[in-house]
T-cell receptor, first 113, second 115 residues
Framework: DAGVIQSPRHEVTEMGQEVTLRCKPISGHDYLFWYRQTMMRGLELLIYFNNNVPIDDSGMPEDRFSAKMPNASFSTLKIQPSEPRDSAVYFC???????????FGSGTRLTVV | AQSVTQLGSHVSVSEGALVLLRCNYSSSVPPYLFWYVQYPNQGLQLLLKYTTGATLVKGINGFEAEFKKSETSFHLTKPSAHMSDAAEYFCAVNKGGGANSKLTFGKGITLSVRP
């Protein structure tokens, strides 16, 4: 298995632009999670899905952030419009069941200038 | 609510020395506990986990952790540090499935290994 695949690995964009981050979870995993990591705030859970349905989006910082999971093999996290404070590493993770632990992707390093 | 406390942000040990990274949790129900490692510019990788059963859990790369309910702790240890162990380590807890499936992570501890 190729693991959790995220794209792009790096993204540099100008303030105000739309950014879309992509994630392909491991086949058969029912749970998908989006995290944001910064030096100041550490790892923050943004949203997670179970069987493609959003379960908890309480971590989504603002309406500028949205996430979708149209099918079991693909999810997107969109920021529109982007701001410099959104600069962070965004991780996607998937899990077979809650007590299996998560498998993380390599992350997308987002820089908004 | 559940939470995870990792005291300190940085631990430095000599190569060959004991590694001890502390983790305490709070949970109103029996928790599931995890340790993850993050190497520079990489995602988090599962080191080990405790769900039920034996309280001493062995993981990858020679690490192990012991669940102590009376102390609400899940400290990570390794008898002899190697240079390749230098990384950031995260302790995490969750309560169970369904709406409780999300992990709560500690702030992480950076482990440095001196030659």
């Amino acid at each position: 298995d190729a693991g959790v695949i995220q794209s792009p690995r790096h993204e540099v964009t100008e303030m105000g632009q739309e950014v879309t981050l992509r994630c392909k979870p491991i086949s058969g995993h029912d749970y998908l999670f989006w995290y944001r990591q910064t030096m100041m705030r550490g790892l923050e859970l943004l949203i997670y899905f179970n069987n493609n349905v959003p379960i908890d989006d309480s971590g989504m910082p603002e309406d500028r952030f949205s996430a979708k999971m149209p099918n079991a093999s693909f999810s997107t996290l969109k920021i529109q419009p982007s701001e410099p404070r959104d600069s962070a590493v965004y991780f996607c993770a998937s899990s077979f069941e809650f007590n299996y632990g998560y498998t993380f992707g390599s992350g997308t390093r987002l820089t908004v200038v | 609510a559940q939470s995870v406390t990792q005291l300190g942000s940085h631990v430095s040990v000599s190569e060959g020395a004991l590694v001890l990274l502390r983790c305490n949790y709070s949970s109103s129900v029996p928790p599931y506990l995890f340790w993850y490692v993050q190497y520079p510019n990489q995602g988090l990788q599962l080191l080990l986990k405790y769900t039920t059963g034996a309280t001493l859990v062995k993981g990858i790369n020679g690490f192990e952790a012991e669940f102590k309910k009376s102390e609400t702790s899940f400290h990570l240890t390794k008898p002899s540090a190697h240079m390749s162990d230098a990384a950031e380590y995260f302790c995490a807890v969750n309560k169970g499935g369904g709406a409780n499936s999300k992990l709560t992570f500690g702030k992480g501890i950076t482990l440095s290994v001196r030659p």
